[in-house]
């Protein structure tokens, strides 16, 4: 097998990039770089009722002294949580079965709350599924603290095998167009299957005859990770 992964994953890393005998490529599509946010954008923190943090890189990239307050922060999985710890001091709620938006507003119980102040801190084209959930009850400010930028040829078919199944390992749409784009001139000639995140790339794909698809939820860890590699053939 020759498994790649075009997306930074706290789990992978934590794993040395090796999983049950089975080396893991780094090849990531996407990089993240800062955006520029005036200070009258960025005060709306300090008087937030709760502050939601989409994503790890939107902790990275804030640029701005969040402080303890009477606001409650919450994340939406534990790597951004720990993140947001390590890098502020600041403790956060997040759910604890499914690490996703829906995930956070069904959980957490987000869905419940009303008239309130809300900062969303994510990237430029992050999911804007807890903005059109909450605006309706609620102000919400939203502050993106990062945009992503396309790596230009992350794969190259030197990168594939012709001998063993080539395994991707997509957690973005971002990285998953860009990679079906850089791979649709040559993947004829090779085996290709793709891990994603959620059932719902798989549903929006239309490619679903040329590529065997498999969801990795990141809430299972690295087990779950093992169970789909052993399925894969």
């Not at 990275?60 to 534990?78: E, N, T, W």
């Not at 956060?92 to 419940?112: C, M, Q, V």
Request: charged content about 25%; hydrophobic content about 40%.
């Amino acid at each position: 097998m020759n498994l790649i992964t075009i997306s930074a994953s706290t789990i992978i890393q934590q794993s040395d990039f090796l999983i049950d005998g089975h080396k893991i490529k780094k090849r990531i599509a996407v990089d993240t770089v800062a955006n520029k946010i005036s200070l009258t954008q960025l005060s709306a923190l300090d008087s937030a009722d709760v502050i939601i943090f989409q994503s790890k890189n939107a902790v990275r990239h804030l640029d701005y002294p969040l402080k303890q307050s009477h606001a409650r922060i919450f994340c939406v999985g534990p790597y951004t949580g720990h993140f947001l710890k390590r890098k502020f001091g600041l403790d956060s709620n997040y759910p604890k079965k499914n690490f996703s938006a829906d995930g956070l507003l069904s959980e957490l119980k987000l869905n419940d709350l009303k008239d309130k102040k809300i900062c969303l801190i994510k990237g430029d084209d992050g999911i804007d599924t807890i903005n059109e959930k909450l605006k309706v009850k609620n102000k919400v400010n939203i502050i993106n603290t990062y945009k992503r930028s396309l790596i230009e040829n992350f794969i190259v078919e030197s990168d594939l095998s012709n001998e063993e199944v080539n395994v991707f390992i997509s957690m973005s749409k971002t990285s998953m167009h860009a990679l079906k784009s850089l791979i649709s001139q040559f993947h004829d000639k090779y085996k290709v299957a793709f891990i994603v995140p959620s059932n719902r790339f798989i549903e929006e794909s239309s490619d679903t005859e040329t590529y065997t698809y498999y969801v990795w939820d990141q809430a299972t860890s690295l087990d779950g990770l093992r169970v789909i590699l052993r399925d894969i053939k």
